[in-house]
């Protein structure tokens, strides 16, 4: 099955033109999987007036649903509403297996839901971290419970976050793969000569919100400030808790030392790193961060908590760790400081090259596709037989929920035969050559 090439559907509520780690790993993914001649199509909800089927570079096919986003840029539930329009799809592009993204993506769950009642393999990654305790963990533990109950193969970005996955979804180990993400490094390059050693910049460019530390921030940046008088940070990212940066930064008279640069789009975050010496990721909960693979890249030495899947990702040379504490944070910074003449970006740069790259990771993706396919596929008895087994009342629910999906394919089945639907002709355009960066691809990009 190695030269099998593949015909994949990637699922989220998570695409361009939002941005995010999640949005990055679909398409970079997507690009290398084609460059090796599979069939990849993206299935998103509609973004504003983009709605309908784009083409992006490399001929990348993306369906742009029109489901309005209800919620943080999630459709809402409707369990059976997208049946037949992803049952067209899966017909018109003659996919072989699907895979979805994301656990907090309400479309994701569903085309897998349907995808297997069809019929298709699927594979689900997991792209974040989640607790046990909070009632939003406790019910989003529990639908992924169900999603996973009949998926073909999974992957987790990392060791942390497998172990998180198996724990909340009870999928056996030996189903779940480890596949990183990675960075373009071609993208994320230093800058031709450093910045000079006269002032330290410390970049900072993450959403404001609480789950990204931004609290943390608040009183860690006055004592650093305090501590090192030729010290400046940029802080770039939106979000609710940028009100208490901006009050801190006004409280300790800080104004020409933090400058608040606000949302940065993604094709500018390179030039607002190569502007620094020190990137502080202050999470309190991470299952990878792509954000400190791209500071590695352009050369930053990197300061961060040591949360979730953060403490596999880089070196131990090329990043300091530190707990989730204002104190300790200050500690990792002045560690940092001391470490700064002994970093050179360039080399940092050609290991990181080395380290993470993307077509590594598709790679290992076709890895796991190939896996998927090796599963036997199975009638709907043996597979309710699963869903039972996800607790005494939700166990009976689930199959229920599978057992009306069933009824309905079978439905459309009789009243719209697969025959009926046409079948499109693969259009195969131009790729980038080798060379070339893997670029995000903005609103000109598309071929309308």
């Known amino acids: ?46 973004y504003g007036n983009r709605s309908g ?161 931004a609290d943390l921030l608040v009183e860690v940046i006055p004592e650093v400030c305090r501590c090192y008088p030729n010290v400046r940070f940029i802080v770039g990212g939106d979000g609710p808790k940028r009100v208490r940066l901006e009050e801190m930064r006004e409280k300790h008279s800080l104004q020409d030392r933090v400058e608040m640069l606000g949302a940065v789009p993604h094709a500018q975050v390179r030039s607002v790193l190569i502007s620094g010496h020190i990137f502080l990721n202050s999470s309190l909960t991470e299952a990878f961060c792509i954000a400190i693979l791209e500071a590695a890249s352009c050369g930053l030495l990197t300061v961060s908590t040591r949360v979730g899947g953060v403490p596999e990702v880089l070196p131990d040379d090329m990043v300091v760790l530190a707990e989730p504490d204002p104190g300790d944070m200050v500690l990792a910074i002045r560690k940092a400081i001391s470490l700064l003449p002994k970093i050179d970006p360039q080399v940092m740069h050609e290991r990181m090259k080395k380290l993470y790259n993307w077509h590594d990771v598709a790679k290992r993706t076709e890895i796991v596709y190939d896996r998927a396919l090796e599963c036997p596929n199975q009638n709907l008895v043996e597979r309710l037989s699963r869903y039972l087994s996800c607790g005494a009342w939700a166990g009976k629910l689930f199959c229920l929920v599978m057992i009306i999906d069933y009824l309905l394919w079978r439905f459309l089945e009789l009243w719209k035969p697969a025959e009926d639907i046409e079948e499109v002709p693969d259009i195969v355009l131009p790729c980038q050559s080798d060379g070339e960066s893997l670029k995000d691809c903005s609103e000109d990009q598309c071929l309308r």
């Open 1 to 46: 099955m190695a030269n099998q090439k593949h015909r994949i559907l990637m699922v989220s509520d998570f695409f361009y033109p939002n941005f995010g780690g999640v949005e990055n790993h679909i398409y970079y993914l997507s690009q290398c999987l084609l460059k090796f001649g599979h069939k990849v199509v993206v299935m998103t909800h509609a």
């Open 53 to 213: 089927v784009r083409y992006m570079t490399g001929g990348l096919k993306v369906y742009y649903v029109p489901w309005r986003p209800f919620i943080m840029q999630n459709t809402l539930p409707t369990f059976y509403g997208t049946l037949p329009i992803i049952r067209t799809i899966l017909i018109r592009e003659k996919i072989s297996l699907v895979h979805g993204h994301q656990a907090f993506s309400t479309l994701c769950h569903e085309a897998l839901m349907h995808a297997r009642t069809m019929g298709y393999r699927v594979v689900f990654t997991d792209h974040s971290l989640y607790g046990f305790a909070d009632v939003g963990s406790i019910h989003m533990n529990k639908v992924l419970q169900f999603t996973l109950a009949d998926v073909s193969q999974a992957i987790c970005v990392s060791h942390t976050s497998k172990e998180n996955t198996v724990l909340r979804s009870g999928l056996p180990p030996q189903k779940v793969f480890v596949v990183p993400n990675a960075v373009d490094t071609a993208m994320f390059k230093p800058a031709p000569e450093r910045p000079g050693s006269n002032e330290i910049i410390i970049v900072v460019i993450s959403r404001l919100v609480y789950r990204k530390g």
